[in-house]
């Protein structure tokens, strides 16, 4: 069965860098685009960032374009988020998923960020 | 940049009744349109993909129309299962921006 679990999350200070992790097994990993999607502390869901199934393209999100990187490694079937010059208002649950149908049709169990001083 | 804005907010239901929860695009997307529900705690699962597309495992009770600006998921015997919030999510855009609408929350009553 599919499964996509991110690691990575943790407490930061603002101004700090961290890189998200989502391993995927169950299904053909490089045949699949990958999202992020985060979601604050009791708010909505925002999408991220897309890489496609062989990583020739990506495009983010207004709030992370410039300061966020997605990237893949088909080898190790891993999905990565590195994000610099990280904010108090990038704190949330930070979600991988599959894109299937312009759809995302598996996540993750999250990984919670949290920038504080 | 399209925005997805969805109605009500939150709602109030029994078991048994029939809920229908609205998503509009502020411009046409077509039926690039995707539902997904979210209960406390828990990542989002999709529930239909392409308007009205069921995806696999979803009970039948759950359903999708619309296409173009205008949008609705109808669940038509609520089941205490599916107290949660609902999500819409255009995917229509290129280069691709997969809006969601605000969410709704929908409560027992």
């Known amino acids: 069965q599919v499964e996509l679990v991110e690691s990575g999350g943790g407490v930061v200070q603002p101004g700090k860098s961290l890189r998200l992790s989502c391993a995927a097994s169950?299904?053909?990993?490089?045949?699949?685009?990958m999202v992020w999607v985060r979601q604050a502390p009791g708010k909505g869901l925002e999408w991220v960032a897309v890489?496609?199934?062989?990583?020739?393209?990506?495009y983010y999100g207004d709030s992370v374009k410039g300061r966020s990187t997605i990237s893949r490694d088909n080898s190790k079937n891993t999905l990565y988020l590195q994000m610099n010059s990280l904010r108090v208002d990038d704190t949330g649950v930070y979600y991988c998923?599959?894109?299937?149908?312009?759809?995302?049709?598996?996540w993750g169990q999250g990984a919670l960020v949290t920038v504080s001083a | 940049d399209i925005q997805m804005t969805q109605s009500p907010f939150s709602l109030s239901a029994s078991v048994g009744d029939r809920v229908t929860i609205t998503c509009r695009a502020s411009?046409?997307?077509?039926?690039?349109l995707n539902w997904y529900q979210q209960k406390p705690g828990r990542a989002p699962k999709l529930l239909i993909y392409?308007?009205?597309s069921l995806q696999g495992g979803v009970p039948s009770r759950f359903s999708g129309s619309g296409s173009g600006t205008d949008f609705t998921l109808t669940i038509s015997s609520l089941q205490p299962e599916d107290f949660a919030t609902y999500y819409c999510?255009?995917?229509?855009?290129?280069?691709?921006?997969?809006?969601f609408g605000q969410g709704t929350k929908l409560e027992i009553k």
């Open positions: 890489i496609w199934y062989d990583g020739s393209d990506e």
């Open positions: 169950g299904f053909t990993f490089s045949s699949y685009g």
């Open positions: 392409a308007a009205s």
């Open positions: 999510q255009q995917s229509y855009t290129t280069p691709p921006t997969y809006t």
């Open positions: 998923a599959r894109v299937h149908y312009n759809s995302f049709d598996h």
């Open positions: 411009q046409t997307i077509s039926t690039y």
